[in-house]
C-alpha cells in the first residue's frame, strides 16, 4: 500500500521526457506490488503538441457487483472506448462521434470477478457478468457448457464439466500499463498481461496491446497467448464482439467474404436464407448462430462487417485467417429488455462444446513455451462512402468466389 | 476513490437543511461510483428536536470472512437494528431495550459473498454465511437444494441444481440511502437496491426501505420486486425470520391465526400436536418444519408470533396474505452450540424445491415489467399487556375458525 | 477504516515496555474490526538488544489475482520465511542463509481466495493458488476428490462431492497476532486463528502460532484444532510440505524411520524400489505416491528429512506420531515448467478420498469442544555435519528395526 501509494504521488508529478521514448505509466503489477486506483492524463499535460485532444483516464468503480472494478477509458478525439482490467482485459463499451459500437446489455454493472461463480446454473455463470462489447472467450476451452475429458495429473482421463466461455473474461490482469508515443502520431496502447494457469493444467499467459491513434476511427487489438507450460496444450479464442443499436436495426446486415456457411443447430437452419440480415427486436427470439469459414485476400487477410439499414454505419474488423479462420455470426435479436444484440466472432474454433470441436480437428495446441499471435483491426465507419469503401473490399476479397451454403447443421455427437 | 473520498468528506459537513424535505445520504451508488466508508448521524447533528435519541452509524468489517462488509446499525431509543448491505440488505440482528430479537448463529462472522459458494456441499453453501436475524430466500428460487428445469436460451429444457435459499442473500447491493424525516415523527428510513440479473435469465429488482420511528418498538420492511426482463419470470421469496433465546426458550409459543397446517415430511409429522410449542435445547434433534396457510381479517392481514413461555415478551410479525400467503414454521431447538434457533417465515412458498412447489401451484409469476410489493411490520413485546393484547388480536383474526391440522406430509415427488 | 486508520498510526509510535511481558501486535481481528495495510518492526525499533538482527513486515499484495492478499515476512537473522494469513496462515516460502527451503510452483501469484472456486475442474479448483512451502490440507476432509456421504440437517446420509484438499488453506485468518519475547531468546511468533465453520455443518477453529528464535535455522508450527460444534466431528490434517532445489535434485533423498510403506496406487508401485531415491526433471513425470508408517523413539517422537544428494543440505521436520501418525511421500519430478517437487507430508490421514480413509479407520474424531494439538519442528541444515547428525538420530529412531515394504496397492474400493 505505500508502495501504491508513493506510485499514485508519482504519477501526478509525471514529468514526460522528450525524445523518442514513449511515456509510460504502470496502473497495475502483480510483479510490483503495484495497483493504482486512479490516474489520468491527457494532451493537456505532455510537452508535445498533438492535433487531436486525447485523454486516458483510470479509476476504479464503487457499489454492488462492481466493487473494486478498475476501469480505464480512452478518448483519442474521435473514438472512445473503456477497458477492464479487472475483466480480463475485454473492451466494455465504445462510441465514435457518438455512435454508440457496442450494446445495452440486461447487465448494467461492470461484474466484479468475486461475485462470478462460473458453474452456477449448470456452467451457465459466465451470463452473470456478460456485457462487454468485445469480451475474449477462452483459453483452455470456450463455447457451450458440457463434459469434456482431461487428463489429470495421474494420467488419467477423466471427466470435467466445461463452462460457457472459459475463465479468461473472468480473471484480473496481472499487469497493466500505459504507453503514448511522443512522436506523431502518437499511438496510445494499453498493454495489458492476464494469466490463465494452475498446478495440474494449463498455464496460459495472455499479452495484449489494445491500441489507438488521436483523431483516427479504428483501434486495433494484438493478443499474444503463451503456453508457458511443459507440455502440448490445446486451446481456442473467440473474440466475442457485440452489437447493438444503432447499427443493429431492422434491416441492418452482416457483410463479409464468405466461403461457407453452416447453421450451428436444426433451430437456426430454418433462417439460414436470411442469415445476413437482421430483424427488428422480438421477445421470445431464439438466437440463430451461423458458423462461417471466410475467404482471404493474399495476404490471408479478411474484413467482416456490420453496417446499419442506411449503410451509412458500420463496424468493419480485419483479420487475418491463418490466425483466426473461422467467424461465428450470433443473432440474438430479442427485445431490449432481455438483450438485442448481434456478435461478429472471429476466432480459432466455433462455439460448440470443445469435444466436438476437438472431433472436427479445431481445437488447436501450442506446443510448450509456443506463442500464437492474434490481432484485430477495429473501424468505424460512420458516412455512406466510408461504408461503400468497405463494401467495395469485401467484394475484392471474395473475387466472385462461391458461398458454399450448408441448409443443415452437422451431426455433432 | 477519489469521487469516494469527495463524499466522505462532505458527509461529515453534512448541514440538514430546514423544511419537509428529508435529510438524505447517499451510502452506495454503483450508478455514482460511490461507496462510503463510515458515515453517522444522530439527534446530535441535526437541528431539529426529538423526543427520542436516535442515531445512524455506517462502518466497514473488516478480518476474517468478513473483510469489507457494510454495516448500518440503527437505534431509534428503542429499536436498535443492524443492516448489511452487503448481503441483500438483510438483518443482522436487533434488540428492544436490551432484549435480543435474534438468534445465537455458530456462524460469527458476517460473511462477505465473496467467501460464499452457493454450490458446496451439493448445494448447500448458503449456510456458509446463515446468521442473520432476517434473511430473504429467492428470489429467481428457495427452499432446498435439487435439480429443477429451466429454459435455455435456445429454447430447450434443461436442468440445473437449484441451491438452498437463492442467491439474493447473498449480492451486495448497489444502491444504499438513508432518509430522515425532519417533521415529526422523524421517521427513519434505510433504502437499498439488490439487483438478481443476468442474461439469459432473470432480472430481478429488489427495492426494500426498512423503516422505524424514533422511540417505537417496531420497524417496517417494504419490499418492492420488479422483473425487470421481458418475459414471465417465475419467483418465490420467504422472509426467513430467526429467533433465539430469551424468546425462544422451553415452553415458549409460536402464535397466529392459522386455516391449515401440515408437516413438512414424515419427521416433522411425528410432532404435528406439539407444533405451537417449543422445547429446551436437544443436541440432536432434528428439524421440524410445518407448513401453514394463515387466516386474514377483512383487509387480508394476518399477524404472527413467537412468545416466551412467561408471555412476557415477543416479537409479532403483521402482514397480508395477499402479499404472503403461507407461513413456514422452522423449528430448529439444537444445541446452543449447533443454534438453537426458530424460523417464522412469512413467504410466497413453502420451502420445498422449486419443482415442487411449481406442481402445487405454488410458484407465482411476474409479467415483463411487473412489481409485486411486500410489507413486514414487525413489532417487539416487552410485558404481559403488550403480549396479551397481540393474543387477543390474533385471536380476533382467528374469529373462531378450525385449524385444519393434517397429520400426514403431502406426497411431494 | 476509521478504527483501522487508528491502529495503523499507532503502530508505527509502538514504545515496546521493559519487562517480561512480550510485546504484541494485533494485525488482524474480525472480532474488533481490525486489518493493517502494513507493519513492521526489527531489532533495531525496540529497546532490548538481539545478538542476531531480526525484522518482521506485514504488507498487502497488488494486482491481479493477489489483490488484497496479507504477506507476512519474518527475517530470524538466518532464516527468513513469509506467512499468509490471507490463505490459512499458511507459509508459502523460506530460506535459510540463502538457500530455498521451498519451490517453484508454476502458480506464480498468492492467490486470494475469492479468486478460487474449489469446485472447479471436478473438484480440483485448489490446484488454482497451490504454491506454498507449507499448506494444510483438511480440515473437515482432505485428499482426492469424489463422493462421500455426510448427515444432512435431517438426519439423513446424503451425498457431497469432496473437493480436493479441502477448505483451510482458502480461509482468510480471522485473528492475527505478533508476539517478540523481550527476554532471550527473544522468541518471534506470529499467531492466527482461521475458521472453517458453518450452520448444519462443521466448527472447527485453527489456532496456528509459527515461531522462531533470532538466529536460528528452525521454525516450529503448533496448531489446535477444536472443534466448536455439539457433535462428534470427523477430521483430517495433513501438512503438505513441499521443496523444489536445490534440496530437491537427481540423487536427492528421503530419509526417515519407516515401518511400513506402501504405494498409493499401481503406478506408484512400479518404483517401489526406488521410493527414497529423486531423480531429475522429467516432462510428463506422472506422480508417484508412498504411503509411510513411521517409526518413534520412546517419547513417540519421529523425524524425516529431504536431503540433496552430497548430503550437506536438508531440511528435516520432527513431530510426534501420536498427533501425526502418518507420513505421505509425495513425488513429482516433473519439469521445471510444470512444477519440480516434492512433498514430504505428515498427517493423521492418507490422501485418499475421505470415504475410503474412513473405510481405513484413518479419519480422526473431535468430540464436541475437544481440541488437538500437532506440533511440527522444522529445521534446515546445511552443512555436512549437520546433516549426518540428522541421519543418526533417525537411524536411532529406526534402531535397525525392518521397514515392511508392501509392494502392492491397497485395495480401495
Redesign the interface.
Known amino acids: ?2 508502495r ?1 501509494i508513493i506510485y499514485l504521488l508519482f504519477s501526478w508529478l509525471i514529468i514526460p521526457a522528450y525524445g523518442s521514448e514513449p511515456i509510460t505509466q504502470l496502473l ?8 493504482l ?2 490516474w489520468q492524463l491527457s494532451h493537456n499535460d505532455v510537452k508535445f503538441e498533438s492535433k487531436f485532444p486525447w485523454s486516458i483516464r483510470k ?10 472494478v478498475d476501469i480505464i477509458e480512452v478518448d483519442n478525439g474521435s473514438l472512445k472506448f473503456t477497458i477492464v482490467p479487472t475483466r480480463g482485459m475485454g473492451i466494455l463499451k465504445a462510441e465514435l462521434d457518438g455512435m454508440q459500437l457496442g450494446w445495452n ?5 461492470v461484474v466484479h ?3 462470478i ?6 456452467g ?1 455463470g459466465w ?2 457478468g ?2 462487454e462489447w468485445i469480451v475474449r472467450c477462452g483459453i483452455e476451452f470456450m463455447g457451450h457448457p458440457g463434459k469434456d475429458n ?1 487428463i489429470t ?3 488419467n482421463k ?4 466445461l463452462t460457457l466461455h472459459g475463465k479468461i473474461a473472468n ?5 497493466v500499463e500505459i504507453l503514448i508515443d511522443q512522436e506523431p502520431p502518437h499511438l496510445i496502447r494499453i498493454r495489458g498481461i ?2 490463465e ?5 494449463p ?1 496460459f499467459k495472455l499479452w495484449t496491446e489494445i491500441s489507438t491513434t488521436p483523431g483516427s476511427n479504428s483501434l486495433r487489438m494484438d493478443d499474444k497467448i503463451t503456453n ?4 502440448d496444450q490445446e486451446f481456442e479464442i473467440l473474440y466475442h464482439v457485440n452489437f447493438g443499436p444503432p447499427l443493429l436495426e431492422e434491416g441492418a446486415q452482416f457483410v463479409g467474404a464468405i466461403k461457407e456457411v453452416f447453421p450451428f ?1 436444426a ?1 437456426a437452419a430454418k433462417y439460414i436464407n436470411h442469415y445476413k440480415i437482421y430483424e427488428d427486436p422480438v ?2 427470439f ?2 440463430q448462430v451461423y458458423c462461417m469459414h471466410p475467404y482471404a485476400d493474399d495476404n490471408k487477410m479478411t474484413q467482416i462487417m456490420i453496417q446499419n439499414k442506411a449503410a451509412n454505419r458500420a463496424l468493419s474488423m480485419t483479420f487475418s485467417v491463418d490466425q483466426l479462420p473461422i467467424v461465428n455470426l450470433w443473432k ?1 435479436t ?6 438485442y444484440v448481434t456478435g461478429l466472432e472471429p476466432g480459432t474454433s466455433f462455439p460448440y462444446n470443445r469435444r466436438i470441436e476437438r472431433k472436427f480437428g479445431r481445437v488447436p495446441i501450442l506446443k ?2 509456443e506463442s500464437r499471435d492474434f490481432t484485430i483491426e477495429f473501424m468505424g465507419l460512420i458516412n455512406k462512402d466510408e461504408v461503400a469503401i468497405a463494401n467495395k473490399h469485401i467484394k475484392s476479397i471474395q473475387k466472385g468466389r462461391k458461398t458454399r451454403v450448408k441448409t443443415a447443421p452437422p451431426e455433432i455427437d
Open positions: 500500500m505505500q501504491t497495475t503489477s502483480a510483479k510490483h506490488g503495484i495497483h486506483d486512479s479509476y476504479t468503480l464503487h457499489g454492488g457487483k462492481q466493487e473494486g446489455s440486461p447487465v448494467k454493472e470477478p468475486q461475485f461463480n462460473l458453474q452456477e446454473r449448470a451457465l451470463l452473470d456478460f456485457n482431461f495429473n495421474v494420467g477423466a471427466e470435467m464439466p480473471i484480473p490482469a496481472s499487469e492476464v494469466y494457469r494452475m498446478f495440474y493444467g498455464k508457458q507450460g511443459g507440455f443447430n433451430h421477445l421470445g431464439i438466437e440474438n430479442s427485445s431490449l429488455e432481455e438483450g510448450g513455451g
